[in-house]
């Protein structure tokens, strides 16, 4: 099967590679990361491991076709030019307790690439492809209300608060519940003209 690939102005998102998930891992299993996300898999509190999450994400793909892409910033001869940025894609949501099966936009981003409009550009980019290539009717995000610049982010997608989607999980540790954003393919259109 042909490698997955999306390109934006300063991005690659594609499938994972082997020897993609040491320096994933090595940038994103940080405090600062992993803060709202239960915290730190390897030595921390955090009950999911490195090889379960890579086994998840293999599974998306394998499983629907789409998942959390590696996102790889283009050669541009910049600081972080080349390397792995973090995640950002679909997968379809599976959390007890939350909107089973709806088609979830995620990311997940190393702290020395925060604040440079990457998480944006990665989210607008896989937003696109869940609407126009997988044809799907509305999309949900996910995190907890204390995860500030992640429902921001999801704001400034188009997306709206669902509160009547919320629900109880420990899986982002003790942070309270889970919240949920939402956007339709119909709003995600208008927007997009």
Not at 6 to 29: A, C, K, M, V
Not at 72 to 77: M, S
Not at 139 to 163: D, F
Request: with cysteine; hydrophobic share 40%.
């Amino acid at each position: 099967m042909a490698e997955f690939r999306l390109e934006t102005e300063r991005l690659i998102l594609r499938d994972w590679r082997e020897e993609d998930w040491e320096p994933f891992f090595q940038h994103t299993d940080t405090p600062a990361v992993m803060r709202w996300l239960g915290g730190v898999l390897e030595g921390g509190s955090n009950r999911m491991t490195r090889p379960a999450v890579k086994e998840r994400l293999e599974g998306y793909a394998r499983d629907f076709g789409f998942t959390f892409w590696v996102v790889e910033r283009k050669p541009d001869g910049g600081h972080l030019a080349g390397e792995i940025l973090g995640f950002c894609g679909l997968k379809r949501a599976n959390q007890p307790g939350g909107p089973q099966g709806d088609m979830e936009i995620g990311w997940r981003f190393r702290e020395d690439s925060w604040g440079r409009g990457y998480a944006r550009e990665a989210a607008e980019a896989c937003m696109e492809a869940g609407f126009e290539q997988f044809g799907a009717p509305h999309m949900i995000a996910l995190t907890v209300m204390g995860n500030k610049g992640s429902w921001g982010l999801m704001k400034r997608l188009g997306m709206r608060r669902r509160e009547d989607l919320d629900f109880a999980s420990d899986d982002f540790g003790d942070e309270g519940p889970i919240i949920v954003y939402s956007i339709t393919r119909a709003e995600w259109e208008t927007q997009a003209l």
